[in-house]
T-cell receptor, first 116, second 116 residues
Framework: AQSVTQLDSQVPVFEEAPVELRCNYS??????LFWYVQYPNQGLQLLLK??????LVESINGFEAEFNKSQTSFHLRKPSVHISDTAEYFC??????????????FGSGTRLSIRP | ETGVTQTPRHLVMGMTNKKSLKCEQH?????MYWYKQSAKKPLELMFV???????ENNSVPSRFSPECPNSSHLFLHLHTLQPEDSALYLC???????????????FGPGTRLTVL
């Protein structure tokens, strides 16, 4: 069965420090991988995704994630965080489940809090 | 309007009321989803509609009744809810079987529901 594990429920870091949010998944089939971000009182927004090709994917606001097939991981990193990065981050795995609808399994989320 | 919209954004209702949540997607997608997001709990998939047919019902109580009249609109009809049903209800859409998007889901801002 497919599953997604986010090992840290909360990650506090100081502003301008680096951060890594961990994500591991299990799947017996090929998957697509996503990171979503949820700012307070908003819905989820796509941050970045891995579909194929280069295993390192980047977002427009400085985040990056690397698909590691051997370790079944898709950790999210940023070299220097900003106060505005305070949010909840969800790792997700997509796989084809029905003939015409795919399903995304979400991790339980990691709350990133930035301290000045 | 662009993307996925949800109305109302906030809803307070008594346990004997009947109300409906509305979701509309302007992306030309063929699948729509309802999720429930409760505090300190993982995101819960409630219903999946593909090509206007319900393909998944994750053991959701019958007091929640979805309706998908066409590929652009999704409703969640609520009646005789319980206080534990208070949560953020998120709608999402996707273009399934799309290799380009990998089943990526696009989310609305959510409806914050409070049941008194």
């Amino acid at each position: 069965a497919q599953s997604v594990t986010q090992l840290d429920s909360q990650v506090p870091v100081f502003e301008e420090a680096p951060v890594e949010l961990r994500c591991n998944y299990s799947s017996s089939v090929s998957v697509y991988l996503f990171w979503y971000v949820q700012y307070p009182n908003q819905g989820l927004q796509l941050l970045l995704k891995y579909l194929s090709g280069s295993t390192l994917v980047e977002s427009i606001n400085g985040f990056e994630a690397e698909f590691n097939k051997s370790q079944t991981s898709f950790h999210l990193r940023k070299p220097s965080v900003h106060i505005s990065d305070t949010a909840e981050y969800f790792c997700a795995v997509s796989f084809a489940r029905y003939s015409s609808a795919s399903t995304i399994i979400f991790g339980s989320g990691t709350r990133l809090s930035i301290r000045p | 309007e662009t993307g996925v919209t949800q109305t109302p954004r906030h809803l307070v209702m008594g346990m004997t009321n009947k109300k409906s949540l509305k979701c509309e997607q302007h992306l030309g997608h063929n699948a729509m989803y309802w999720y429930k997001q409760s505090a300190k709990k993982p995101l819960e998939l409630m219903f999946v509609y593909s090509l206007e047919e319900r393909v998944e019902n994750n053991s959701v109580p019958s007091r929640f009744s979805p309706e998908c009249p066409n590929s652009s609109h999704l409703f969640l009809h609520l009646h005789t809810l319980q206080p534990e049903d208070s949560a953020l209800y998120l709608c999402a859409s996707s273009q399934d079987r799309s290799e380009r998007e990998g089943g990526e889901q696009f989310f609305g801002p959510g409806t914050r529901l409070t049941v008194l």
